[in-house]
């Protein structure tokens, strides 16, 4: 009886050793920005809502977006390319889930390539930041995960802007 009594204290105390002994919070890897943006889901309802507010903003008079996008839109709404916004869509979701730290891989144009031609103005560029951010508000995205993706978008403003 004393020996079976030795063994399950003995047993209680590795156990009791063996889940002391790690620490979660210390070996938890941090959760990166793509996940705190809801992974690939999170995103997708970020950039859908981004497309959204940019569809809205070339339907108001004195639009300063249409210039920009109505090469796009025309071969969308002409059947010309109708799957064209799809393919923006669904690259600028790999892009971000990339750029995020995610394990999505972006397979589009380079930034400079993909808006050469289009002669974006940094005006331009600040309203589509705008309909970002009205996308990321309804997505309810905190402040410091705004910030840490605008550092990323913002990189990318010269290669944007001005070709
Ligand atoms: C940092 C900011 C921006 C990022 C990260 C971005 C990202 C992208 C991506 C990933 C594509 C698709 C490339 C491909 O399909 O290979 C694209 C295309 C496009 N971008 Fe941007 N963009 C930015 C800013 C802007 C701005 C400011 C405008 C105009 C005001 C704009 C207008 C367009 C248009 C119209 C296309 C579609 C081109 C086409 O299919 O004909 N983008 N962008």
Redesign the pocket.
């Known amino acids: 009886m004393k020996h079976s009594l030795l063994i399950v204290a003995m047993l209680a105390g590795s156990l009791f050793v063996s889940s002391c002994g790690k620490n979660d919070a210390e070996e938890a890897p941090a959760p990166t920005l793509y996940d705190r943006l809801g992974k690939t889901e999170g995103i997708a309802k970020i950039v859908d809502g981004l497309i959204a507010n940019v569809g809205t903003e070339t339907q108001m008079t004195n639009s300063v ?1 249409l210039r ?2 109505k ?2 839109l025309d ?1 969308v709404n002409s059947g010309a390319d109708p799957t ?1 916004l799809q ?2 869509r669904n ?2 979701i790999d ?1 971000v889930g990339e750029a995020t730290g995610g394990p999505l891989k ?1 397979k ?2 380079s ?1 400079l390539t ?2 050469k031609g ?1 002669a ?1 103005t940094h005006t ?2 600040t ?2 930041r705008a309909q970002l951010e009205k996308s990321l508000n309804t997505n309810k995205v905190s402040e410091t995960d705004k910030a840490a993706l605008y550092a990323i ?1 913002d990189k ?2 010269d290669d ?2 001005g070709h």
Do not use: K
């Open positions: 977006m920009s996008h090469p796009m071969a064209r393919r923006l690259n600028f892009q972006y589009g144009l930034m993909a808006h289009m974006v331009e560029f309203v589509w978008i990318m403003h944007v802007v």
